[in-house]
């Protein structure tokens, strides 16, 4: 018999994704089956969503008013998942971005709307679906950090709650007045609780609440603590250092299968990437000679490193390299990125967001570039150890936990499967792409490093066992 937990999340895979929470939620379930655990997915009923559920599912809980307006959850299975779905048309029957309104700022009720969904999570916690109470609350994000707050105000005997950063830029910072109508508890209106800054924080409140937190890598956990890192948060997450773990993300394997992929031409050995590369080469309009086709897929933020590339932009160029760049984001970064491509043959961009495309760059592409200046674990590194493209990364976070440099030791011993450098410096990271193109003038040590490459474990069969355990463990004292 398997056991019960309970998985709260905005955003999930396949039915609605901004990005890597999405994939991670929707991964978790399949990998954690295998360990003994039945995961819900409690998801808001954002458009997409319920259109997706064509009507099927049924209602297995309902209220008069949830912040301003009927809402039910609908029990529904859907592309392998067990869903509960949040249906609360004043909340999310909207159209656009799930977190955007037109103007590009946050929804002003956006606090309402992920309140709501923490408390149909803490409805659910409590018992209110028949026949069914999870052991565990996974929370992912301050999405679904509030209801770390509401659970711990129904008293002692509800599930463990496990708090889940993926990204401690996201805060979910409100106006504190808003306490009064999101129902949280008044006494938790201080410096120990979810008070920051004088407004409310949703993930400090899961912080500090949750009976344990976990970040998607060691080296982001360890980081965390640390000003540098924890955006105001350090302190409150290294006073919860006894309950705080780093579980590497892996990636759907058979999703991103080099050898089953239904998006780009197929292969099962690094010589068989050729057809894939001149086929991307293409698509972009690219003549990328014998050197490197780098790929980058990524928002364009400056968290993404994305201004450093640019700049070394130049050196990749000289030394012989191309580059294919894949996103969306600031305009700065977009129109910066379509100017380099103007004119050149070596240089191509497409802004957009596009999930077949980006499977056919890490096929095609011989490296991917994540230059992050933060990155709690990074997906598209993996992408690309999977896909033979050398990753060329910042050493930080999750980025630090993939890879292992080509330096001499590396090289030496025949184990490395990519390149890294310093994060947040564009000369180091020109640098990077000058050993990048060196190397791969060398076949044998390049061939050498794809099949590492490859071979690397990706997968969720580690990340899974220790989600287990740690499930056991906040079930155990939670009992
Ligand atoms: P983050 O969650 O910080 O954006 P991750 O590397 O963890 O970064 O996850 C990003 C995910 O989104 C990856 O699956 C990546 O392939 C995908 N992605 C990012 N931008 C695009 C895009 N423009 N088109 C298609 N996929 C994208």
Redesign the pocket.
């Known amino acids: 018999m398997s056991r019960a937990a309970l998985s709260v999340a905005s955003e999930c895979v396949p039915l609605v994704k901004t990005?890597?929470?999405a994939?991670v939620a929707g991964a978790l379930p399949g990998a954690l089956a295998g360990q003994g655990w039945r995961l819900r997915t409690l998801i808001p009923g954002y458009q997409p969503v319920l259109q997706r559920l064509r009507g099927r599912g049924e209602a297995v809980w309902q209220t008069a008013d949830l912040f301003g307006g009927p809402a039910r959850l609908i029990a529904a299975e859907a592309a392998g998942l067990d869903l509960l779905v949040l249906d609360a048309p004043h909340l999310y029957n909207r159209g656009g971005s799930i977190y955007l309104g037109p103007d590009g700022l946050d929804w002003p009720d956006n606090a309402e709307r992920y309140a709501a969904l923490s408390r149909a999570a803490a409805e659910v916690a409590a018992g209110a679906l028949e026949g069914w109470r999870p052991e565990v609350v996974h929370l992912h994000d301050w999405q679904a950090a509030l209801a770390a707050p509401y659970i711990r105000a129904q008293g002692s005997g509800g599930p463990g709650v496990l708090m889940t950063i993926?990204?401690v830029a996201f805060k979910g910072d409100m106006p504190a007045a808003r306490r009064h109508a999101l129902g949280l508890p008044e006494d938790g209106f201080t410096p120990e609780g979810y008070e920051f800054w004088g407004g409310i924080c949703a993930l400090k409140a899961g912080l500090v609440y949750a009976d344990a937190i976990s970040t998607v890598s060691p080296t982001y956990a360890r980081e965390l603590t640390t000003p540098a890192f924890g955006m105001g948060l350090e302190g409150v997450i290294a006073k919860r250092s006894d309950d705080l773990y780093g579980i590497l993300n892996g990636i759907d394997t058979r999703i991103w299968s080099p050898s089953g992929d239904v998006h780009a031409p197929r292969f099962s050995r690094p010589a068989g990437k050729a057809k894939a590369r001149r086929a991307l080469a293409e698509e972009f309009g690219l003549t990328p000679g014998d050197g490197p086709l780098c790929v980058v897929?990524?928002?364009l933020t400056a968290q993404k490193g994305i201004d450093l590339a640019l700049a070394a932009l130049p050196r990749l160029l000289a030394a012989g390299g191309s580059l294919a760049v894949?996103?969306?984001g600031e305009a700065w970064l977009e129109q910066a990125l379509l100017a380099a491509a103007r004119g050149s043959d070596r240089v191509g961009v497409r802004i957009?967001?596009?999930?077949g495309?980006?499977h056919r760059m890490f096929a095609g592409g011989d490296a991917v570039l994540v230059p992050s200046r933060f990155e709690p674990?990074?997906?598209?590194q993996m992408?690309g150890l999977r896909y033979g493209a050398i990753p060329v990364v910042a050493r930080t976070g999750g980025l630090a936990d993939t890879v292992i440099d080509a330096n001499d030791a590396g090289l030496r011993a025949g184990a490395a499967t990519g390149l890294m450098h310093a994060p947040g410096d564009a000369g180091a990271l020109g640098a990077a792409l000058e050993r990048l193109c060196a190397l791969h003038a060398r076949p044998e040590v390049w061939a050498r490093m794809q099949r590492n490459a490859m071979k690397h474990p990706v997968g969720w069969e580690e990340a899974a066992a220790d989600y287990a355990a740690l499930y056991a463990r906040l079930a155990e004292r939670a009992a």
């Open positions: 990005g890597g929470l994939d993926h990204n897929i990524s928002r894949l996103g969306s957009g967001y596009d999930e495309l980006s674990c990074g997906l598209t992408y």
